[in-house]
């Protein structure tokens, strides 16, 4: 173990000690997969309870809010003979009956890659086939799409978009009133790219207190801590932790390629109801990119559809807070990372997938 080790973990219960004396009993909720994945991994979830801080874990895994009939189409495409090009921990999600890895055993042609640029190369090199590309994530992926349109993409190139934005969403989450939360802990990857203005609304109007935290063991505990103080003093304000990386202004390039090629549209999220204005489709100045529109004849059934959850999956309570995964009766039991029945499972990213693998040694 090295001095910094040390270092660290002193610093660690310095600050659990800070929390703990402040007296403060809280429930906190993160919207980050990766704060997840650090709570559970580092054992900081359990340590915070004893100091009186229960971590809520909210709708912060892309993939895992990705509904049912985002799916559909996908699969679709690749049963209709279009290259579907998709990353990892999309690629076992279960849909109705089957996942894009189902599809691909049964001779379509689906590709894993690691960037839209990836899928961009493929339609290149191979000009007489037909590309999609799913692009899935929150603010911090989508810029990587809005850049993929602004190269001039070829002819046989398209995405089906299915990404979102994470503040519009917090509100959906808080007028449901199913949780009732003392602080939000806001994800350092979207806010470095939208920066702070975007989250603000929520502390001045449900007078909620805000820190954006970053990665490591010791930020995600500082923001938990400046969250102690905010509830101790009766403040509610947007704060920001991760400064070294998160600019007040995010980051204007990446801002302005996503308003060049993206329009806000009313879109379902797993375990939600449709929340307006926290989907990002296609702007009409691209139409020929949309997969949406390019293969509307193909598509279009799927939209009249309503593709129910998988029987016994508790994936959208445990994305709303209201639910821990353990507390889902399939944890564990029917549904394992080799045989997902929701996405919770599936992603790295995922509550259910994080605890199986960290929690059930």
């Not at 009956?97 to 599809?103: F, N």
């Not at 109007?205 to 930020?219: H, M, R, S, T």
């Not at 600019?247 to 939600?272: C, Y």
């Not at 702007?283 to 059934?301: A, H, M, T």
């Amino acid at each position: 173990m090295t001095v910094i080790d040390l270092n660290n973990r002193k610093m660690a219960a310095d600050v659990l000690d800070k929390i703990k004396n402040s007296g403060v009993e809280a429930k906190f909720m993160h919207v980050c997969g990766t704060h997840q994945d650090t709570l559970v991994r580092n054992g900081l979830d359990a340590m915070l309870a004893e100091t009186g801080i229960k971590i809520l874990q909210g709708p912060g895994c892309p993939v895992c809010v990705t509904t049912p009939n985002e799916i559909e189409e996908a699969i679709k495409l690749a049963d209709s003979g279009v290259v579907v090009t998709v990353f990892g921990d999309m690629f076992t999600v279960p849909g109705e009956k089957r996942s894009l890895a189902h599809a691909k055993a049964d001779g379509a042609d689906v590709r894993i890659v690691y960037s839209i640029m990836d899928a961009l190369a493929m339609a290149r090199d191979s000009p007489d086939k037909e590309f999609m590309f799913m692009g899935i994530g929150f603010e911090t992926t989508t810029p990587a799409t809005s850049f993929a349109l602004l190269s001039q993409p070829p002819d046989n190139f398209s995405i089906l978009s299915c990404h979102r934005t994470v503040p519009k969403a917090l509100r959906a989450l808080i007028n449901m009133g199913e949780v009732r939360l003392n602080g939000l802990i806001e994800p350092g990857h979207v806010s470095a790219i939208i920066g702070e203005e975007p989250y603000k609304f929520l502390s001045e109007e449900y007078n909620i207190p805000q820190v954006i935290a970053g990665f490591e063991p010791l930020d995600l505990l500082m923001g938990i801590y400046m969250l102690t103080l905010q509830v101790k003093e009766g403040r509610a304000e947007l704060e920001n932790e991760y400064f070294r990386v998160v600019k007040p202004e995010g980051n204007p390039k990446a801002i302005e390629a996503m308003a060049q090629t993206l329009v806000e549209s009313d879109v379902k999220w797993r375990g939600f109801p449709v929340i307006p204005e926290t989907g990002l489709e296609i702007s009409d100045k691209y139409d020929q990119f949309n997969s949406r529109k390019k293969y509307e004849d193909l598509l279009s059934p799927i939209w009249d559809m309503d593709y129910p959850e998988p029987a016994g999956c508790k994936c959208g309570e445990v994305l709303r807070g209201i639910l821990d995964p353990q507390d889902c009766p399939l944890f564990g039991k029917a549904c394992k990372p080799g045989s997902p029945v929701g996405p919770c499972m599936v992603s790295f990213e995922g509550g259910c997938s994080i605890a199986y693998k960290y929690q059930r040694k």
